[in-house]
């Protein structure tokens, strides 16, 4: 089992929204999970109080296999929907390097 860490900068950590990217990101990554050692997902607020689509979620992974770790960024408005793409992006970006190394 990997573990996950999850920081918001710039905000209060709410314990509910917490255990909400947690479950997505378990979700998302299930079928990944033999390969991975850490996910951190950090949240932050662009601009403050002004709103708008500002809300960043960067997920560092780090995998079993060593090397460099993966990096993922996405910007939304709100910290569910900026996880969510930056979970899609991941998820792309794993099964690619899955489909590689069968390939090879």
Known sequence: MYRTRIRFVGS???PAAVRRVQRRIELALDRHVGKLRQVTAT?????????GRD???VLHV?????????????VEETPGQ????ALEHLRRRL??????RTAA
């Open 12 to 14: 209060d950590k709410n």
């Open 43 to 51: 949240f932050s607020d662009e601009n403050g109080p002004r709103g």
């Open 55 to 57: 809300t960043r979620c």
């Open 62 to 74: 780090r995998l079993n296999a060593g090397g460099p770790p993966i990096v993922v960024r996405a």
């Open 82 to 85: 900026a996880v969510a793409a």
């Open 95 to 100: 099964d690619r390097r899955a489909a590689a």
